[in-house]
């Protein structure tokens, strides 16, 4: 545990003009308020926020969030409030502690509605002010270097939540160093066994080849010397992980990985890179397609450097990182920067991102409603990612993860863009929507006015944004389209009941039924969950009871051979009608009417005694309406749908209930109940639904299921 005066020496060492008596009242505060707690190691607890102040000042931080880590579990973990820090150390330092206190209550590897609603809450926080992530990520840091006291389930958890989560948040905020140390600690214990084979691999290689590190160093340095380009250079074994991550990605055994080192060169001018690129491919051969300049085109975390793989001595390839002392700073400890300071002032990095944009941007969506697992999909999407760099007509370029499409691209610059794409040229020649970027093409968007997001487009789209877009796009379509042909079902029902539908009547139903409004009510309808039948007789309560249906009423006429007396039910399982043969059961006190060749009376072949031989009334098609359960295979185009009321209403029958079973980008699937007379009538229907040339299939069903 450090002490008290070199905590404050780590921190003069970059801030001369420090607040020393800021940080002493802090240091003793939180060792009183943790005084008698012990971490799991049975350790003095109040060493964990000294160790989260330490990370902090490698990241040479402001003095408020070195208080704020001090202080980070005071409110959580002690009798200590917010108002007694805001009074002790003003209300900045007491906002940072308090949104750190908030992220620690969030379970963010809950069930995953949960863990997705969190997320949000967490990047609402995070908005606010990114100090609070800062600390944040210094406390999983530090928890990370020390799991070996809690149980192996609590530990799973932890790491799961890192890899997950705080590691790729880390990597998304530039702090790239962090977020390497993150996923290797969890990697660890989530995958220990991997990790042991890598290192194990890597000692063999040591002693087969020696430590090939400083070889390559001095072979770098000699081409630079004698090119005259001042730099710095370093080298080092990349983290077990990532050579993990690239072995799962590529297929590949660890012999068959052929970057596994990776150098850094480090100039303080620009141009100084370029020089140095030009050196290092002079003397080796490079790679083809493994060099990347992100000095011309940096990432949207700010990030800057050349990247390049040459094939080194003895064969070897290696990675190798080129930038200017300031990029390296940014590359670091990415949106820390902001808040750097360096000989007692904040340091002006010209290369530090706005910490801000990246949030602003996922609060934005938040605000548009996103479903939660959809946000939590697109934010992890977002954070995951290497990028392309892609080309508009007009020069500007289009940073997107690898594997993005036109549809990526075109969402890319605009929403209104995207959902108006109907094709893209890459480097001026036609290519499908599917087509893989790469870098430094060049792309153009075709567009058309009446052009709507298809569902095929989300196998396509990879980034969050335009997967968000997508799915909002389809989302309205589908309640458009569902009103439409809801307003046509109950159009249908108030005729067929001599009623006029008039808006103000929808919205009466729409209050009673517990709808908001009446294009609601109306969208109900069309997606099935509702009928118009339902809309009417809650209207016009006298309509229910004349139009009870009479086949579960005691001696109904519509069936002969069955004793007075007798309650007469129609099977769902088998929807049976007019014109059809069928046999009654009797169960329940009363008679249940099957098709013959119905699957349920297969379960009744052992009590014949309770079989009745039955026949439809001579007048039973015109005593009363049933219904029978049709399956309808229909072209996905506008119009489909209502094209098909239409043609239902034009031959007397109505539609009691609709469910669309299956939705693909070519074809709907739809169920529907239909009230037809007899089996002549809707046999009449489904060939003329056939003959339909939007129609594909028109099947009877039965069964209850949709």
């Known amino acids: 545990m450090i002490r008290q005066f070199e905590l404050v020496e780590r921190v003069r060492a970059y801030n001369p003009n420090t607040d020393e008596a800021l940080l002493n009242r802090a240091y003793v505060y939180g060792a009183r308020a943790h005084a008698t707690q012990t971490r799991a190691s049975g350790e003095p607890y109040f060493g964990h926020p000294l160790e ?17 880590a001090l202080l980070h579990d005071t409110i959580e973990d002690t009798t200590a409030t917010r108002d007694e820090i805001a009074g002790l150390f003003g209300e900045e330092i007491a906002a940072l502690v308090d949104g750190v206190t908030k992220l620690t209550r969030l379970e963010l590897t809950s069930k995953e509605s949960a863990q997705a609603e969190n997320f949000r809450k967490l990047l609402v926080a995070m908005s606010r002010d990114v100090r609070v992530l800062l600390v944040k990520l210094a406390d999983r840091l530090h928890n990370m270097r020390t799991l070996e006291a809690l149980r192996p389930d609590k530990r ?4 799961r939540e890192t890899m997950e989560i705080f590691a790729p948040l880390a990597g998304r905020m530039g702090m790239q160093k962090m977020r390497e140390e993150l996923e290797d600690l969890a990697f660890d214990v989530l995958n220990p066994d991997a990790r042991n084979a890598i290192m194990r691999r ?6 087969e080849t020696g430590d090939l590190i400083p070889e390559i160093v001095r072979a770098i340095e000699e081409a630079l010397y004698e090119d005259h380009v001042p730099a710095a250079v370093s080298g080092r074994e990349k983290r077990p992980y990532s050579i993990w991550r690239k072995m799962e990605e590529k297929q590949v055994g660890f012999s068959q990985l052929s970057d596994i080192y990776a150098f850094r060169l480090i100039t303080e001018r620009e141009e100084d890179c370029y020089r140095a690129l030009g050196s290092v491919h002079r003397r080796w051969r490079v790679v083809p397609e493994r060099m990347k300049d992100y000095i011309s085109g940096p990432k949207s975390n700010g990030y800057r450097s050349i990247h390049t793989t040459v094939s080194g001595p003895r064969a070897m390839r290696v990675e190798v990182q080129i930038r200017t002392r300031e990029m390296h700073e940014v590359a670091e400890s990415g949106v820390a920067a902001h808040w750097a300071y360096r000989d007692g002032e904040r340091a002006h990095n010209p290369f530090a991102v706005d910490p801000f944009t990246w949030l602003r941007d996922l609060v934005d969506r938040i605000e548009k409603g996103d479903q939660p697992q959809e946000f939590l999909e697109h934010v992890k999407l977002d954070m995951f990612y290497d990028q392309v760099f892609c080309f508009t007509p007009k020069g500007d370029v289009i940073p997107l993860p690898r594997g993005a499409t036109p549809i990526d691209f075109a969402y890319a610059i605009h929403t209104r863009v995207g959902d108006s794409c109907v094709g893209a040229k890459i480097d001026g020649r036609r290519a499908p929507l599917w087509t893989r970027l790469r870098n430094g093409q060049a792309v153009e968007i075709i567009r058309a006015d009446a ?4 569902p095929v487009w989300m196998d396509m789209a990879v980034t969050g944004r335009a997967r968000s877009a997508i799915r909002r796009a389809l989302r309205e379509d589908a309640r458009d389209e569902n009103v439409r042909l809801g307003r046509e079902i109950a159009r249908q029902a108030f005729a067929r009941r001599n009623r006029e539908m008039t808006e103000k009547a929808l919205e009466t139903a729409a209050r009673k039924l517990g709808r ?23 209207l016009y309560p006298a309509l229910a009871e004349e139009n009870a249906t009479p086949r579960i009423e005691a001696g109904a006429p519509t069936v002969r051979g069955v004793r007075k007396g007798l309650a007469i039910r129609f099977g769902q399982c088998c929807h049976p009608i007019p014109g059809e043969r069928v046999i009654g059961i009797r169960e329940n006190g009363g008679v249940t009417v099957h098709v013959i060749d119905c699957e349920t009376l297969a379960a009744h072949e052992q009590d014949l005694d309770r079989w009745l031989d039955l026949r439809w009334d001579e007048d039973a098609a015109l005593f009363a309406t049933h219904v029978a359960r049709i399956d309808l295979t229909v072209a996905n185009e506008p119009g489909a749908l209502a094209a098909l009321c239409t043609l239902i209403a034009e031959r007397k029958a109505n539609i009691d209930y609709l469910s669309t079973a299956e939705r693909t980008p070519d074809f709907h699937r739809m169920v529907m109940d239909l009230e037809v007379r007899d089996a002549k009538h809707l046999s009449g229907i489904l060939t003329a639904l056939e003959a339909q040339p939007i129609v594909s299939a028109a099947t009877r069903r039965r069964g209850v299921s949709a």
């Open 52 to 68: 989260v102040a330490a990370i902090l000042t490698d990241l040479q931080l402001d003095d408020a969030t070195i208080v704020t």
């Open 156 to 159: 799973q958890r932890i790491a």
């Open 202 to 207: 890597f000692l063999k290689l040591k002693k």
């Open 451 to 454: 052009q709507r997001p298809s």
């Open 516 to 538: 908001q409004n009446a294009e609601d009510l109306l969208e109900a309808v069309g997606a099935g969950e509702l009928s118009g039948r339902r809309i009417v007789e809650t």
